[in-house]
């Protein structure tokens, strides 16, 4: 995600994390495009994406205590709508439809949603065969949302370090994916292998 021309970003951010309402709707303004249009590249489905980027910026103003210490502020954006589609997609396995899906949500059909099961039980496998501090460093980065300075500090490893464990794991998983799995890499693979 890019900066979309605040000039001012670190002063509104201040601002917000005292309660700047104001300040908050010209955030949710300049960002609000960017983070629409990530959710529906990844989602396909329009309902969903306009969910996930109001459930994006409700997340921001509920943490908004922990703004002034965020140093990318479009790298928190990604990586917040980036878990908010993770748990929508892992709700949506969890659970069978009780009603037809719309049209637009046509990859929720139950023989898609057995594929991105799959997909997913992959992933979760691949993962298990990380080297135990490389898969806490890439289950923190890509389940829990952490910055690398937040996982460099919980593991007192440095930034760097946390970032070569997650290059090493995304190749590791690129390549175990690419051996188990035959058909096109689906986007519920791409929103873990992307970088955060």
Same mark, same amino acid.
């Given at each position: 995600?890019?900066?979309?021309?605040?000039?001012?970003?670190?002063?509104?951010?201040?601002?917000? !994390?005292?309660?700047?309402?104001?300040? @908050?709707?010209?955030?949710?303004? !300049?960002?609000?495009?960017?983070?629409?249009? #990530? !959710? $529906?590249?990844?989602?396909?489905? %329009? #309902?969903?994406?306009?969910?996930?980027?109001?459930?994006?910026?409700?997340?921001?103003?509920?943490?908004?205590?922990?703004?002034?210490? +965020?140093?990318?502020?479009?790298?928190?954006?990604?990586? /917040? %709508?980036?878990?908010?589609? =993770?748990?929508?997609?892992?709700?949506?396995?969890?659970?069978?439809? %009780?009603?037809?899906?719309?049209?637009? *949500?046509? #990859?929720?059909?139950?023989?898609?949603?057995?594929?991105?099961?799959? +997909?997913?039980?992959?992933?979760?496998?691949? /993962?298990?065969? $990380?080297?135990?501090?490389?898969?806490? +460093? @890439?289950?923190?980065?890509? =389940?829990?949302?952490?910055?690398?300075? *937040?996982?460099?500090?919980?593991?007192?490893?440095?930034?760097?370090? %946390?970032?070569?464990? /997650?290059?090493?794991? =995304?190749? @590791?998983?690129?390549?175990? @994916? !690419?051996? #188990?799995?035959?058909?096109?890499?689906?986007?519920?693979? =791409?929103?873990?292998?992307?970088?955060?």
């Amino acid at each position: 995600m890019t900066n979309n021309g605040l000039h001012n970003e670190r002063e509104l951010l201040q601002q917000i !994390a005292q309660g700047d309402k104001p300040a @908050f709707k010209q955030l949710v303004d !300049a960002y609000w495009k960017t983070v629409y249009g #990530h !959710a $529906l590249a990844y989602s396909k489905s %329009v #309902h969903l994406a306009e969910e996930l980027t109001q459930d994006t910026f409700i997340a921001v103003w509920m943490n908004r205590d922990k703004l002034p210490s +965020v140093i990318n502020f479009p790298g928190y954006l990604y990586i /917040i %709508v980036r878990n908010k589609l =993770l748990t929508a997609i892992r709700q949506r396995l969890s659970t069978t439809p %009780v009603e037809n899906t719309p049209l637009e *949500e046509a #990859h929720w059909r139950p023989d898609t949603q057995m594929e991105y099961r799959q +997909v997913y039980d992959i992933l979760m496998k691949g /993962i298990g065969e $990380l080297p135990p501090v490389r898969k806490k +460093v @890439f289950m923190m980065s890509r =389940l829990e949302g952490k910055s690398y300075e *937040e996982i460099g500090i919980a593991l007192q490893i440095s930034r760097n370090t %946390v970032k070569e464990h /997650i290059a090493r794991a =995304l190749n @590791f998983l690129r390549s175990y @994916f !690419a051996q #188990h799995y035959e058909g096109l890499i689906p986007w519920l693979l =791409l929103a873990f292998l992307l970088p955060g």
